[in-house]
């Protein structure tokens, strides 16, 4: 059964950086799609980047981009998320996903039903 587990967060300044880690046990990553959520509070999940299972070929909501960077280090079974430029909007708890991929994986989505496993979420806070 495979648990996710992240790590990384903080309280940072406005311009900050943040390195977010999403690691698994119980499996090796080398065959799932990984996506990376947020939740601010009274507000819906967002999708905020993912990694395909097998081109890594990766996906991001128009708020971070060019901010935030995800990479995955199979050999380490972990996936990252890289944020920089973090401004007071991106505070929130972040989650990251996984759903096993049999065939094909060249892409990815940033949608909430696309994933099957999720982590209990690490709390980023962006303020002066």
């Known amino acids: 059964q495979l648990q996710l587990v992240e790590s990384g967060g903080g309280l940072v300044e406005p311009g900050g950086s943040l390195r977010l880690s999403c690691a698994a046990s119980?499996?090796?990553?080398?065959?799932?799609?990984i996506g990376w959520f947020r939740q601010a509070p009274g507000k819906e999940r967002e999708g905020v980047s993912c990694?395909?299972?097998?081109?890594?070929?990766?996906n991001y909501a128009d708020s971070v981009k060019g901010r935030f960077t995800i990479s995955r280090d199979n050999a380490k079974n972990t996936v990252y998320l890289q944020m920089n430029s973090l401004k007071p909007e991106d505070t929130g708890v972040y989650y990251c996903?996984?759903?096993?991929?049999?065939?094909?994986?060249?892409?990815?989505?940033?949608?909430?039903?696309?994933?099957?496993?999720w982590g209990q979420g690490t709390q980023v806070t962006v303020s002066s």
């Open positions: 119980g499996v090796t990553l080398d065959y799932y799609r």
């Open positions: 996903a996984a759903r096993r991929i049999y065939s094909g994986g060249y892409d990815c989505g940033r949608q909430g039903y696309e994933y099957d496993y």
């Open positions: 990694i395909s299972r097998s081109t890594g070929s990766t």
